[in-house]
């Protein structure tokens, strides 16, 4: 008996190391920081690493949701390049959130406009669930994601949300992409959340910042985690009751993404920095370090690829011999 169970294990092992896994990404939120995932995508095209399945939080679900569409990297960084000269991202509140985190390096007059817009901002905030109107963050998800069925995805793709109501998180893998899409980036104070069959949806980060679980959940035998949200750092200065629940937020939601990537195969960590989330601005540069972090991480990601293809590109291709005269 023992030696039939040795037999079935090192079979599985053989079978593991000449077959390829099951790839699943699993893309967290973050934001503008999340544009680093258009750059993960280009890593994994340059080097011809198939993607079984895509499960995405917040902008991962935005981003993933072009991929699984069939879109690639650099025509989704030429739609976000138009986007970001479109009155659509110009006129938006994202522009004015954005200038609001940057008031401390305008000058007298800009910071009296911002001061202005501030306190508009906020009031509209006490008396509506969002500080942005749904038409207007819908009409920036209707500029990337097409007006689709998740079932009619190229590739397997589920977006996660956050039920306000129960308190868990939500997979999203059927009906209107959009919707979808929607629902799981909708930052809470900024966007409102989606109505859905009696729920109220709202970002998935709040329950699952990176959804490794999920992407394991839907039978992806390796997953890759993308996490694109800043490192979090000693602070010196905790003065006001907003500073302490503001500290006491990004430490709970540091430890638990913490969790979440201990369930990943391998983690990507592109260099992030500390962007606030409306900085879309930065997108070259982020593109660029997503890139760069899994270049710099290949080793991990390949060990998904069969034992020869995991080599296959360290060895130059044979070229034919020349013709033999007579």
Same mark, same amino acid.
């Given at each position: 008996?023992?030696?039939?169970?040795?037999?079935?294990?090192?079979?599985?092992?053989?079978?593991?190391?000449?077959?390829?896994?099951?790839?699943?990404?699993?893309?967290?939120?973050?934001?503008?920081?999340?544009?680093?995932?258009?750059?993960?995508?280009?890593?994994?095209?340059?080097?011809?690493?198939?993607? !079984?399945?895509?499960?995405?939080?917040?902008?991962?679900?935005?981003?993933?949701?072009?991929? +699984?569409?069939?879109?690639?990297?650099?025509?989704?960084?030429?739609?976000?390049?138009?986007?970001?000269? @479109?009155?659509?991202? *110009?006129?938006?509140?994202?522009? @004015?959130?954005?200038?609001?985190?940057? @008031?401390?390096?305008?000058?007298?007059?800009?910071?009296?406009?911002?001061?202005?817009?501030?306190?508009?901002?906020?009031?509209? +905030?006490?008396?509506?669930?969002?500080?942005?109107?749904?038409?207007?963050? *819908?009409?920036?998800?209707?500029?990337?994601?097409?007006?689709?069925?998740?079932?009619?995805?190229?590739?397997?793709?589920?977006?996660?949300?956050? /039920?306000?109501?129960?308190?868990?998180?939500?997979?999203?893998?059927?009906?209107?992409?959009?919707?979808?899409?929607?629902?799981?980036?909708?930052?809470?104070?900024?966007?409102?959340?989606?109505?859905?069959?009696?729920?109220?949806?709202?970002?998935?980060?709040?329950?699952?910042?990176?959804?490794?679980?999920? +992407?394991?959940? *839907?039978?992806?035998?390796?997953?890759?985690?993308?996490?694109?949200? @800043?490192?979090?750092?000693?602070?010196?200065?905790?003065?006001?009751?907003? /500073?302490?629940?503001?500290?006491?937020?990004?430490?709970?939601?540091?430890?638990?993404?913490?969790?979440?990537?201990?369930?990943?195969? +391998?983690?990507?960590?592109?260099?992030?920095? !500390?962007?606030?989330?409306?900085?879309?601005?930065?997108?070259? !540069?982020?593109?660029?370090?997503?890139?760069?972090?899994?270049?710099?991480?290949?080793? !991990?990601?390949?060990?998904?690829?069969?034992?020869?293809?995991?080599?296959?590109?360290?060895?130059?291709?044979?070229?034919?011999?020349?013709?033999? *005269?007579?």
């Amino acid at each position: 008996m023992h030696s039939l169970i040795h037999c079935l294990l090192v079979k599985a092992g053989e079978e593991m190391i000449w077959r390829r896994k099951r790839i699943g990404l699993a893309l967290g939120g973050g934001g503008a920081r999340g544009l680093a995932h258009i750059g993960v995508f280009r890593a994994f095209e340059t080097e011809s690493i198939p993607i !079984d399945f895509i499960a995405g939080t917040s902008i991962g679900a935005l981003v993933g949701a072009c991929f +699984a569409a069939g879109m690639k990297s650099r025509e989704l960084e030429e739609v976000l390049n138009r986007f970001l000269e @479109s009155p659509t991202f *110009q006129d938006s509140a994202l522009k @004015s959130i954005k200038e609001m985190q940057a @008031s401390k390096r305008l000058s007298l007059t800009q910071k009296i406009q911002a001061f202005f817009k501030n306190r508009i901002m906020l009031a509209q +905030a006490m008396f509506r669930p969002g500080i942005l109107h749904a038409e207007d963050f *819908q009409a920036m998800i209707d500029y990337f994601v097409p007006d689709i069925q998740i079932e009619e995805l190229l590739i397997p793709f589920v977006a996660v949300a956050t /039920d306000l109501i129960s308190g868990y998180p939500v997979v999203l893998s059927r009906g209107p992409l959009r919707k979808a899409v929607m629902a799981s980036c909708a930052v809470p104070g900024a966007v409102p959340p989606v109505k859905d069959d009696g729920r109220l949806l709202s970002d998935g980060g709040i329950a699952s910042p990176v959804p490794t679980l999920v +992407a394991r959940e *839907q039978g992806a035998e390796f997953v890759v985690a993308v996490t694109v949200d @800043s490192q979090i750092k000693a602070r010196d200065e905790i003065g006001s009751a907003m /500073d302490v629940y503001v500290r006491a937020a990004e430490i709970m939601s540091f430890h638990v993404e913490q969790e979440k990537l201990r369930q990943a195969d +391998a983690v990507i960590r592109p260099n992030v920095g !500390d962007l606030h989330w409306t900085d879309f601005e930065q997108a070259t !540069d982020l593109i660029r370090e997503g890139e760069r972090a899994v270049l710099e991480n290949l080793g !991990d990601v390949k060990r998904a690829l069969p034992l020869w293809k995991r080599w296959s590109k360290s060895f130059p291709k044979r070229t034919a011999l020349p013709d033999v *005269q007579d």
